[in-house]
């Protein structure tokens, strides 16, 4: 069994690690565009040997670079006889994008989308237990090989995921709102930060921009990808600001009051996840 | 010597059994309007007693109670012999008040302000270490007595503290953007999360919207308080939004790239504090 990952970073490194660790791969190989991540994969030994292209002898090809850089994969790979299946932030957009290139999605493609990772990035960031515990959604389509869906399901329950099933449009819909939006904020809210205000932070600083120190060439293709749920979800949420000034305004203590309530009672039904990782 | 807390949570608690820990008081005593709470801390043994009133014979007098509370307090005990104390978010707001109240600050009132807590709340919240490798801001005025200001510096470095001075209107601002302005984001965001958001949220969504958990019945006061300072943040924050919207809208993907990157050069500044705790 041969796996081939494209993009060695955080998500690909630490799939390869895993993969190897669980048994479900005899060689892993690796293509990457970035000369410095090639060499630091290759030294990290993420993987066998570096590729310049896609080999036809390979069972699974993994995606796991940024997003917009997914369905040109995938468009390039469609008469490829492995499985491929990607770990992008994006699913509706992406199959879109496939759809636009090649008229149907490869049968043989199966879309994942892996809710962990980090702040940080890169194949020093890769970590073998970083699916452990973390859900994957995937996200088949009325062409989705059933044996593929099966396959790529049973890899993520190896290294130790939940798999859940769900409609591409709703995934990019609902992670808007989880993931997308708080990014754009923590990055927004940064702007105004100075050093004095580094100076006499503390912890809520911290925990509420951790995700702000994310990679711009993972993010700006997620946001852009996904421009129109997450204008939506952006919509909603200046509103809730305009609302909360106009409670401060007026002296409204009872709306601020049930205001803050409400958004308490709400964050206490989220609980505590079973590992501490981020949703990309 | 003996101590009396007014207000048993979190904040209150915490300091009785790291002040009692660092044997700086003999006797604590308590005052606490809500019952459930005066059960509770009794039963943890935050404090030796409960008390309706602050008695005169007491060395110091520790006001943890809301931020609404604080000014109220310090005028009805302008008169008493011991070193009054407190722990609130807000400074300048609250000194102003109290000169609105009694024409001067008691010299023997010293301000201060622990950058630790947590998003828990109330008597069981209440931690020994809380202080721990934690700021204290204390923004002594032209009124206050030296000698107070070097015995309260004195507890707080005792209970594992580092003491900065600071000016009682530039803390309000600082902290409008660094804590208060964080806390009002979680808030107005939470309220457009769903179940079903809930049902696909990760490490991200947790760590951004922790601070949301925050008790109303503290964090209303303090936006009240300190309303102006906040209202200017938040204008900034709205600014810096509209600009990423329209970035986003035009396909500015060089200028969204710019802004992500000023903002991850901005939070790795930042560092990584030394313990695990919440401003306030």
């Given at each position: 069994m041969r796996l081939v990952v494209v993009g060695t970073g955080l998500m690909g490194g630490s799939f390869a690690l895993a993969a190897r660790a669980h048994g479900l791969f005899e060689e892993v190989l690796g293509v990457e565009p970035d000369p410095e991540r090639r060499r630091e994969a290759l030294a990290l030994a993420l993987v066998d040997a570096m590729v310049d292209e896609v080999p036809e002898a390979a069972d699974a090809v993994l995606l796991?670079?940024?997003?917009?850089t997914i369905a040109p994969w995938v468009s390039r790979l469609r008469d490829h006889s492995g499985i491929v299946f990607d770990t992008g932030s994006l699913k509706a957009a992406v199959l879109d994008a496939v759809r636009d290139r090649t008229q149907r999605v490869p049968a043989r493609f199966v879309a994942c989308h892996p809710l962990t990772g980090s702040e940080r990035s890169g194949p020093q960031a890769a970590d073998a237990g970083l699916f452990r515990d973390a859900q994957v959604i995937v996200t088949p389509t009325a062409e989705t090989d059933a044996q593929a869906l099966a396959r790529v399901s049973d890899w993520w329950r190896a290294v130790g995921a939940r798999v859940v099933t769900m409609e591409p449009e709703r995934h990019d819909r609902v992670l808007a709102v989880t993931s997308h939006l708080p990014h754009l904020v923590a990055f927004a809210y940064l702007q105004q930060v100075t050093d004095e205000h580094l100076a006499h932070a503390a912890g809520g600083f911290r925990d509420f921009t951790r995700i702000g120190e994310a990679d711009a060439d993972v993010w700006v293709p997620i946001f852009e990808l996904n421009r129109d749920a997450l204008l939506a979800a952006l919509g909603d949420l200046e509103a809730d600001l305009t609302h909360m000034r106009r409670l401060l305004e007026q002296g409204d203590t009872a709306g601020l009051h049930a205001l803050l309530a409400a958004a308490a009672a709400r964050r206490r039904r989220?609980?505590?996840?079973?590992r501490v990782a981020d949703d990309g």
């Open positions: 796991a670079g940024p997003s917009h989220f609980g505590t996840p079973r």
